[in-house]
């Protein structure tokens, strides 16, 4: 089993930066897909990057060139880093991560708030 536990959320004002971060424990070595997704209030939770155990990343239109996803294969971490961050922004940030055959694991969110 693999399990995962975000950090780096918080409060911040409009064109500012976070970092977030999903420490991965467990059967780390086993995962092949890893991806944060974001849910608003009210709306359906959203993949906003990927990344392939081959290092190839995806984005949502509404992220790119924002946003970047990166693996530290020496902490087992998987980060966003997300700057010039807009209102839109705000949501509770997930990390999933596929693993083995066909196994799923999930955070439990963090939550990013962008607002003067």
């Known amino acids: 089993q693999v399990q995962l536990v975000e950090s780096g959320g918080g409060l911040v004002q409009p064109g500012g930066s976070l970092r977030l971060s999903c420490a991965a424990s467990?059967?780390?070595?086993?995962?092949?897909?890893m991806y944060w997704y974001r849910q608003a209030p009210g709306k359906q939770r959203e993949l906003v990057a990927a990344i392939s155990s081959e290092g190839n990343t995806n984005y949502v239109d509404s992220v790119e060139g924002r946003f970047t996803i990166s693996v530290d294969v020496a902490k087992n971490t998987i980060d966003l880093q997300m700057n010039n961050l807009r209102p839109e922004d705000t949501a509770v940030y997930y990390c999933?991560?596929?693993?083995?055959?066909?196994?799923?694991?999930w955070g439990q969110g963090t939550q990013v708030t962008v607002s003067s």
């Open positions: 467990g059967s780390v070595s086993s995962i092949h897909a």
């Open positions: 999933n991560v596929l693993y083995g055959l066909g196994f799923s694991a």
